[in-house]
T-cell receptor, first 112, second 113 residues
Framework: TQLLEQSPQFLSIQEGENLTVYCNSS?????LQWYRQEPGEGPVLLVT???GGEVKKLKRLTFQFGDARKDSSLHITAAQPGDTGLYLC????????????WGLGTSLAVNP | TAGITQAPTSQILAAGRSMTLRCTQD?????MYWYRQDLGLGLRLIHY???????GKGEVPDGYSVSRANTDDFPLTLASAVPSQTSVYFC????????????FGPGTRLTVL
């Protein structure tokens, strides 16, 4: 069974700080997605990374896919209260099984 | 564009009663999904449908049934609710079963007493 482990599980920081959250697996994924979920809402896609070593930037958010496509990281620079939410990674297995494998998420609180 | 709508927003249900959670999308997506989200367990797939007229079992299908009579609607039915089905339920869709990005509805918070 393919698993995605996210760390840390919880993170509470002050506005302006930097942070990195991780999404790790022992399995290879054909691609990996990052979602953000705000309280009372469904997850919303932030980015998809496909190529090993790929780096994508979304304003203050930097996403990286590991060279071996087994892990990914999300780095937030100068966090803002609006970044507060649950960050979920989801991997697409290789082969014919296209059902997403979800991590449990990192709950981020950015305090003013 | 509304995207995905779910109804009701929340519900309190007596154990043993039946209930149907409604999900409608207006994006003409072929694939649809039902998840439940529980603290410490994350998002778990209940049932899915790759296209209208077909359905499949996910990770936690027991106690739930679905139908997909048309492209837009994907209702989830609990035939006889139990307290362990207390959860937040999310409906999602994607362009196709091989297209990975999923679009989620706002969720239904269900409490079974």
């Amino acid at each position: 069974t393919q698993l995605l482990e996210q760390s840390p599980q919880f993170l509470s920081i002050q506005e302006g700080e930097n942070l990195t959250v991780y999404c790790n697996s022992s399995s290879v994924f054909s691609s990996l997605q990052w979602y953000r979920q705000e309280p009372g809402e469904g997850p919303v896609l932030l980015v998809t990374v496909v190529t090993g070593g790929e780096v994508k930037k979304l304003k203050r958010l930097t996403f990286q896919f590991g060279d071996a496509r087994k892990d990914s990281s999300l780095h937030i620079t100068a966090a803002q209260p609006g970044d507060t939410g649950l960050y979920l990674c989801a991997g697409v297995p290789g082969g014919n099984n296209r059902k997403l494998i979800w991590g449990l998420g990192t709950s981020l609180a950015v305090n003013p | 564009t509304a995207g995905i709508t779910q109804a009701p927003t929340s519900q309190i249900l007596a154990a043993g009663r039946s209930m149907t959670l409604r999900c409608t999308q207006d994006m003409r997506h072929n694939a649809m999904y039902w998840y439940r989200q529980d603290l410490g367990l994350g998002l778990r797939l209940i049932h899915y449908s790759n296209t209208a007229g077909t359905t499949g079992k996910g990770e936690v299908p027991d106690g739930y049934s679905v139908s997909r009579a048309n492209t837009d609607d994907f209702p989830l039915t609990l035939a006889s609710a139990v307290p362990s089905q207390t959860s937040v339920y999310f409906c999602a869709s994607s362009v196709s079963s091989t297209t990975d990005t999923q679009y989620f509805g706002p969720g239904t918070r269900l409490t079974v007493l």
